[in-house]
Each structure stands twice: as structure tokens, then as C-alpha cells.
């Protein structure tokens, strides 16, 4: 079965024994759509498959903490982000990479990424999905279904 129909099934389990269902997704996708859906439908972390070990124990971390993924506020307010850091947001969440972003403003890497660690602190997100999540859930983009 695919990651998400696992965590389908994960959450079936658990209501029906009454016992917590805490998945961690280890992904081959690097489509923040895609990790945005798996985050709604009820898994704790997503870790990319080619991600160092290190990150796969923060992943479990999360997983297993009493609250693991607490969900975004919809409408989440974006406005103390300025206008180029949104525009930023806005493309992380459209899936495009750090480098992908320089060349879309014409600006080097680095300015990119200091414009997401920026980002991710105002809003304070542990890490890009979340901003992502926090993206799509205050409406600054929708879900394009392919």
C-alpha cells in the first residue's frame, strides 16, 4: 500500500482499539503538496528516504513526543512576514528548491536561504513542511491537484 493509504489505515487502528496511531512517513517524494497531504491525514513527521540518520532520530523524536504534530491554525497570520520573505513562503510551498527560487528572483542562494530561516522563525516553524503547512492554511496557496 502507499505511505498515505498506511496512514489511513494507521488511524482506522487506532480508533478502533483506542490506542494512539503515531506515523512517521519515510518519503521518496520531495513535493511539498504531497507532504502537506500526508501531514493532514494524520502523519506525525515525514523524513525523506535519502535524509541523514540524524534527522531520521529528530523525526522519531517528534513522532513519539505526547503532542507530535499539533495542527496549524487556519488562517495562521502571515502579515509580520515582509514581502519578499512571503513571496519566498510562497514558493517553498509551491515545491520549488532553494536554488530554483534564486534564479525566480534574481537573487543568489544564500539570500534565499536566509529569507527561509527568517521565515521559519517569525512564524515559528521547526522546519520548511510546517511553513508549508502554515502556507496552505492560511490561504496564501491552494492545493493543485495534478
Do not use: W
Amino acid at each position: 500500500m502507499g505511505g498515505i493509504e498506511g496512514i489511513r489505515n494507521g488511524a482506522q487502528v487506532g480508533a478502533a482499539t483506542g490506542l494512539p496511531s503515531r506515523v512517521l512517513l519515510l518519503a521518496s517524494f520531495d513535493v511539498d503538496e504531497a507532504m502537506y497531504d500526508a501531514l493532514l491525514t494524520g502523519s506525525g513527521s515525514v523524513v525523506l528516504n535519502g535524509t541523514a540518520g540524524r534527522q531520521h532520530l529528530s523525526a522519531l523524536r517528534v513522532v513519539e513526543a505526547p503532542d507530535p504534530c499539533p495542527a496549524p491554525v487556519p488562517g495562521h497570520d502571515l502579515s509580520i512576514l515582509t514581502a519578499r520573505e512571503t513571496e519566498v513562503l510562497e514558493l517553498v510551498a509551491r515545491g520549488l528548491t532553494n536554488c530554483e527560487i534564486a534564479a525566480e528572483l534574481f537573487v543568489s542562494e544564500n539570500t534565499v536561504k536566509t529569507h527561509v530561516v527568517h521565515v521559519l522563525q517569525k512564524l515559528g516553524a521547526r522546519d520548511r513542511v510546517q511553513a508549508v503547512v502554515m502556507a496552505y492554511e492560511s490561504g496564501l496557496v491552494t492545493p493543485t491537484r495534478r
